[in-house]
């Protein structure tokens, strides 16, 4: 079976800061797959080098059968750690946008999520709040018909309601065949929409397993174990 996200003793040094360490990570599809650890443990930075945003210091990675770049980017929908709209633009020229940008974007999909939140396709983004802002980039991601989806930090910072509506909207929006990560530290916030979990401890990969065998081989959720795992 194709595999939609592999590292191969994957290194990223930024001077004298080993960022991550013979990271070895195979994703395939239909998975949504939390990518967990503490601030500091190479989550964003991994992203980044699946999204062509950094260049590995050692070994190897793939996306979607490719070397990050235009071809990998084609079928990679990225939801960075902060957000990155165009304020001055409406949500209407947004779609127009993405919808330029991207072959796979479905605006009928982001219309549809855009209507159920209320925002008026003439709303400009720094009029909005943080919170709708967000979801705003969010729907934008998530109408893209993409293999992977890499969402960082996607319920960081905002209110649970918003959280709520923001894993509703990923695991909705996603096709069957593709795989979804996500980024976060909030663990039990996510939990009941993985698959599978990853552990990055320090740049290292301290374990990649389902999150059913979590569950039956220590007899514990996943945030129980994780708080075990990262224990101050």
């Known amino acids: ?39 500091g443990s190479g ?18 990675i793939s996306v979607c059968g490719f070397k990050p ?4 980017k084609a079928l990679v929908s990225y939801l960075p750690d902060r957000p990155c709209l165009p304020d001055w633009m409406n949500t209407r020229q947004l779609m127009d946008f993405y919808q ?10 982001a219309e549809e999520m855009l209507s159920r939140l209320s925002i008026p396709d003439r709303r400009i983004i720094r009029q909005m709040s943080k919170g709708t802002r967000e979801k705003v980039q969010l ?11 890499l969402l960082d930090e996607p319920i960081g910072g905002v209110d649970p309601a918003t ?13 069957e065949n593709a795989s979804v990560v996500i980024s976060t530290h909030l663990i039990s916030d996510v939990e009941n929409a993985l698959d599978e979990v990853i552990f990055l401890k320090e740049g290292h990969v301290n374990m990649q397993a389902s999150v059913d065998d979590i569950r039956e081989q220590y007899g514990k959720s996943v945030d129980a ?7 101050c």
């Open 1 to 39: 079976m194709e595999t939609y996200f592999e590292c191969k003793s994957l290194g990223k040094r930024f001077g004298n800061v080993q960022a991550l360490d013979e990271v070895n990570i195979s994703i395939m599809p239909g998975r949504v797959i939390g990518l967990l650890g503490p601030n």
């Open 43 to 60: 989550k964003t930075t991994l992203i980044k080098l699946a999204n062509g945003l950094l260049t590995p210091s050692s070994g190897e």
């Open 69 to 72: 770049g235009k071809e990998s």
């Open 100 to 109: 330029d940008f991207y072959a796979d974007f479905d605006r009928s999909r």
């Open 139 to 149: 729907i934008m991601v998530m109408s893209r018909r993409a293999k992977l989806y």
């Open 163 to 175: 959280r709520d509506y923001i894993l509703d909207t990923i695991i909705r929006n996603y096709d």
């Open 225 to 231: 174990l994780f708080r075990e795992v990262f224990k």
